[in-house]
């Protein structure tokens, strides 16, 4: 798997998340290779294999469930997002004849909400590598199988857990973004709206005064 570290890691790995929209079926980063099991099971009996057998299991099965939790959220987050990301161009054109400040801010609030959109999007689609256990394949193995199948599930159980981690990051910050612009935009529109309110002034009066008269009546 490959893997995103060093400085300002998780920025550049959202930004190769969002990219990978361009190129689906592409396996992506995450922050660290899974850990190795450099241990031995040829000291465990046959019912602590089986246990073994039984927990990896139910740890597969953990990651596919937090994983399916994870991109049910990021599909709601993509609606609230993408209905951002239409209310700031609904109101462009109005934004566009204020103060440079305020398309600045606007425009920056566009940006966060459509990198927002791009996290969420990767991670509904994104190819997430969760390691299985093939069963033809271990069919195909060596006696005693069960110390084969314990093997792999101890072998494998750190891939998902780190693909995990990192779907999470990636929809954590996606979350974080689309916060940002949502306050960003709320700023503008109360600068907008409050410098277009207009000022009530009293009308002018008349300083002079007329009477009337009744009309004499013929005798």
Same mark, same amino acid.
């Given at each position: ?29 995450? @922050? ?27 740890? @597969? ?105 990192? @779907? ?16 960003? @935009? ?34």
């Amino acid at each position: 798997m490959p893997t995103v570290t060093g400085r300002f890691a998780e920025a550049r790995l959202y930004l190769h998340y969002c990219a990978a929209l361009l190129h689906p079926g592409r396996p992506l980063p995450t @922050f660290a290779d899974p850990a190795p099991y450099t241990g031995s099971l040829d000291h465990l009996p046959p019912e602590d294999l089986a246990l073994l057998i039984e927990e990896g299991r139910r740890q @597969f099965d953990r990651q596919a469930a937090d994983l399916d939790r994870i991109r049910n959220r990021a599909g709601a987050l993509a609606t609230v997002s993408l209905a951002l990301t239409a209310a700031l161009i609904a109101r462009s054109q109005e934004v566009l004849s204020e103060h440079w400040a305020l398309i600045a801010a606007w425009a920056l609030s566009c940006g966060l909400a459509v990198l927002a959109v791009a996290g969420t999007a990767a991670v509904l689609t994104g190819r997430a590598v969760l390691a299985r256990i093939d069963t033809a394949l271990a069919a195909q193995g060596t006696p005693p199988l069960q110390k084969q199948l314990a093997a792999g599930y101890v072998h494998n159980a750190s891939t998902g857990e780190e693909t995990v981690r990192t @779907f999470l990051t990636v929809f954590r910050d996606a979350a974080t973004l689309a916060i940002a612009s949502a306050l960003i @935009f709320f700023t503008v529109l109360l600068c907008t709206v409050h410098g277009s309110t207009p000022t009530d002034t009293p009308e002018p009066t008349c300083p002079t005064s007329t009477t009337s008269s009744q009309p004499a009546h013929p005798k």
